[in-house]
């Protein structure tokens, strides 16, 4: 069974930066389509970077040129290093995963729905 496990998460001031990861388990790591996710407190999930088993990334407008997400598929790890901080940043951060046999060669969209392994979530807190 897939387990998802992030950290990295904390408070930080507005223009400050972390990097979040979140350890991989119990599938093919390589094959998966891997994502971050978020949710601020009354708002609903939404996706913030999608990375392809070969690498291809996409972003959400609101962070585009702030955030980078990439991958160690040997550490079976997914990261996300998240730069000028902003308080709108903050909220729950998920690491999410979908297999796709032989491997996920094209991005998935960037809606819950798409992925179907969750990790338990890790806070974000950035202060103004």
């Known amino acids: 069974q897939a387990q998802l496990v992030e950290s990295g998460g904390g408070s930080v001031q507005a223009g400050g930066s972390l990097r979040l990861s979140c350890a991989a388990s119990?599938?093919?790591?390589?094959?998966?389509?891997m994502a971050w996710f978020r949710q601020a407190p009354d708002k609903e999930r939404e996706g913030v970077a999608a990375?392809?088993?070969?690498?291809?990334?996409s972003y959400a407008d609101a962070v585009k040129g702030r955030f980078t997400i990439s991958r160690d598929n040997a550490k079976t790890t997914l990261y996300m290093q998240m730069d000028s901080l902003e308080p709108e940043d903050t909220g729950m951060y998920y690491c999410a995963a979908r297999v796709v046999w032989p491997g996920c060669w094209t991005l998935l969209r960037l809606i819950p729905s798409e992925y179907n392994n969750w990790g338990q979530g890790i806070q974000v807190t950035v202060s103004s």
């Open positions: 990375i392809s088993s070969n690498e291809l990334t």
């Open positions: 119990g599938y093919t790591f390589s094959s998966a389509c």
